[in-house]
T-cell receptor, first 114, second 115 residues
């Protein structure tokens, strides 16, 4: 049972364009939703995160949109740059379990072409 | 500043052998997580330490996997009788106190290959 579904699996965007990655979750107990960026040979690094009490969060060129009723959230990368080429993972976590383990999606490989 | 470090970066072993993977968390971080990332997949949770104790080991796939953190800092993931299916990148992450929105900082991982 995949608790966090991510799409698309891969994405090619022209430099300056908008990259959009979508995630859907099933467990309504999730209440923390981070996005991680991973370059080849490196560990994932936190990009931006959101709690379900807000519908949108923006940090620089990166925006998370959150739809609690649909149990969906998405990452938008504005003015995409070749340096953004990486694999992006959405994740979710829930409080009250004692362990704030992250449940990850399968990842989206983003390629930004000049 | 120093991030999470993991050693070795690569480990090749034969089926049936025992391996140990080491994680050095960020200094002062009390929470430590182990994840496993198979090719083309997202990381999957294995075990969580708060201080010296394993607070949640629900992600360990079977009793061949074990982890320790005896002094509340460095952690070692131990795999007995390795199988080819154990081949993956093993990631360690640490966070300041283990809270819900505490950032988990990941190390570069150890790539384990079981022949």
């Amino acid at each position: 049972q995949q608790q966090v579904k991510q799409s698309p699996q891969s994405l090619i965007v022209q430099k300056g364009g908008i990259s959009i990655i979508n995630c859907a979750y099933e467990n309504t107990a999730f209440d923390y939703f981070p996005w991680y960026q991973q370059f080849p040979g490196k560990g994932p690094a936190l990009l931006i995160a959101i709690r379900p009490d807000v519908s949108e969060k923006k940090e620089g060129r990166f925006t998370i949109s959150f739809n609690k009723s649909a149990k969906q959230f998405s990452l938008h990368i504005m003015d995409s740059q070749p340096g953004d080429s990486a694999t992006y993972f959405c994740a979710a976590s829930k409080s009250g379990a004692g362990s704030y383990q992250l449940t990850f999606g399968k990842g989206t490989k983003l390629s930004v072409i000049p | 500043g120093a991030g999470v470090s993991q050693t070795p970066s690569n480990k090749v072993t034969e089926k049936g052998k025992y391996v140990e993977l080491r994680c050095d968390p960020i200094s002062g971080h009390t929470a430590l997580y182990w994840y496993r990332q198979s090719l083309g997949q997202g990381p999957e949770f294995l075990i969580y330490f708060q201080g010296t104790g394993a607070a949640d080991d629900s992600g360990l796939p079977n009793d061949r996997f074990f982890a320790v953190r005896p002094e509340g800092s460095v952690s070692t993931l131990k795999i007995q009788r390795t199988e080819r299916g154990d081949s993956a990148v093993y990631l360690c992450a640490s966070s300041l106190a283990g809270g819900l929105s505490d950032t988990q900082y990941f190390g570069p991982g150890t790539r384990l290959t079981v022949l």
